[in-house]
């Protein structure tokens, strides 16, 4: 018993670990093109393009020189206008819908 639980420990720390290795590479890749990439766009606009490259918040906060709480609010603005639009396009889908049907 102590064997298999001691693997299954064993695996998920290097889970952990490989999951940490991979945030890793991606700060390193995005820092050398820092300047790049995020000039000229907004914090908000930096933080989603970040956000959407599978990078933590921690990770996001120290790149765009804000905290992870800031990023935090952002991510959750960025969605809300998200689920927004999406909305907004399926009333716009039902209403093209209901006046074809009308014009049928």
Not at 21 to 37: C, G, H, P, W, Y
Not at 81 to 89: F, I, M, N, V
Request: aromatic share 2%; net charge positive.
């Amino acid at each position: 018993m102590k064997e298999d639980e001691f693997r299954k420990q064993l695996i998920k720390k290097l889970d952990e670990l490989g999951t940490k290795i991979d945030a890793l590479i991606q700060v390193v890749a995005i820092t050398s093109r820092k300047e790049k990439m995020l000039k000229g766009k907004t914090k908000a606009s930096q933080i989603e393009l970040l956000s959407n490259l599978g990078l933590p918040r921690t990770v996001i906060a120290w790149i765009v020189g804000t905290t992870p709480e800031t990023v935090s609010v952002a991510m959750s603005q960025i969605r809300s206008k998200e689920k927004a639009k999406k909305q907004r396009t399926k009333a716009r889908k039902r209403v093209r819908m209901n006046r074809s049907e009308k014009n049928e």
